[in-house]
């Protein structure tokens, strides 16, 4: 995968994340759906630029995240948290915040180093089905929340446009 190929990656991600109302949905689907953020933003980036995800592709991407998660983001996660709630230590909250965001930015390395994208016509259909079959992997049950929240996160993919190639 080329460097800037990540780096575009990673410009989606935080200018979709930054979108109105896309924080919340995405921290929603993954505190109450148990879902990856850096799994779905990559299923949007995948669908803008036209690559649509096999069961394959994506159960190796599941697999990959699952791991990531368990072993490395919910812990940092859980001890920023803890930090956070520590008198004096802004410092360390900030670091650790920093070290948060730097292994988000590495897991969605690794998710293009597992499953590197074939670009064509992109399209919301696309980004749609990729997500779509994320929620069946992932067994996540399509309740009024969890389809709200990826319909907001739909409808902000379209206002940023097509990807670069």
């Not at 709630?85 to 690794?110: D, H, M, T």
């Not at 399509?142 to 097509?162: F, K, M, T």
Request: proline share 2%; charged share 20%.
């Amino acid at each position: 995968m080329a460097k800037g190929m990540e780096v575009l990656f990673w410009d989606f991600s935080l200018a979709l994340y930054r979108a109105e109302g896309v924080q919340d949905a995405c921290l929603s689907l993954q505190n109450n759906a148990g879902l990856d953020v850096n799994l779905l933003l990559y299923c949007c980036w995948a669908g803008q630029g036209g690559h649509l995800f096999s069961h394959g592709e994506l159960r190796r991407l599941l697999d990959l995240s699952t791991g990531w998660q368990s072993a490395i983001m919910r812990p940092m996660r859980q001890l920023r948290q803890r930090i956070g709630k520590e008198v004096g230590a802004e410092g360390c909250y900030a670091g650790a915040k920093n070290l948060e965001l730097q292994l988000e930015r590495l897991e969605q390395s690794r998710l293009q180093q597992e499953v590197p994208l074939t670009w064509g016509k992109g399209s919301k259909e696309t980004a749609t089905a990729n997500l779509r079959t994320y929620l069946m992997l992932a067994a996540v049950v399509r309740d009024q929340a969890v389809n709200r929240n990826i319909s907001h996160l739909l409808d902000s993919i379209e206002s940023l446009g097509r990807p670069p190639a």
